[in-house]
């Protein structure tokens, strides 16, 4: 699988102008939570979860080295898991967008071709 840190460097919308990509995703999107509506649970959920496991690695880390300023640390952790858990949730997202994409690309391109 290959990590794709921007829309633009998805091949079904690499040859879009900006404005169209974002249009694009959206009603792929759109059509994608229309059809498995749990895809977004099970995004939400990496999240959480790597915040929560974040913020457990911030604490066990303050429990046996005695630092000072603990919370600032917990939540360093809080949000270092929230980073990698969203990074791991738009992957899988974007992973199971692709076919829509192509779907709205191919029924919607005279609509997309007249935006600017």
Request: overall charge positive; hydrophobic content about 50%; aromatic content about 10%.
């Amino acid at each position: 699988m290959k990590f794709y840190f921007v829309n633009s460097q998805i091949p079904e919308l690499a040859g879009l102008t900006r404005l169209r990509r974002k249009l694009v995703y959206q009603c792929a999107l759109e059509a994608l939570l229309a059809e498995q509506s749990s895809i977004m649970k099970i995004c939400s959920w990496w999240m959480f979860g790597s915040i929560l496991i974040g913020v457990l690695a911030g604490w066990l880390t303050v429990a046996g080295c005695q630092l000072s300023h603990p919370i600032l640390l917990v939540a360093a952790g809080g949000f270092a898991g929230g980073i990698i858990g969203n990074f791991i949730g738009v992957q899988f997202l974007n992973a199971r967008l692709r076919p829509y994409l192509r779907r709205v690309l191919e029924k919607r391109k005279d609509e997309i071709a007249r935006i600017r």
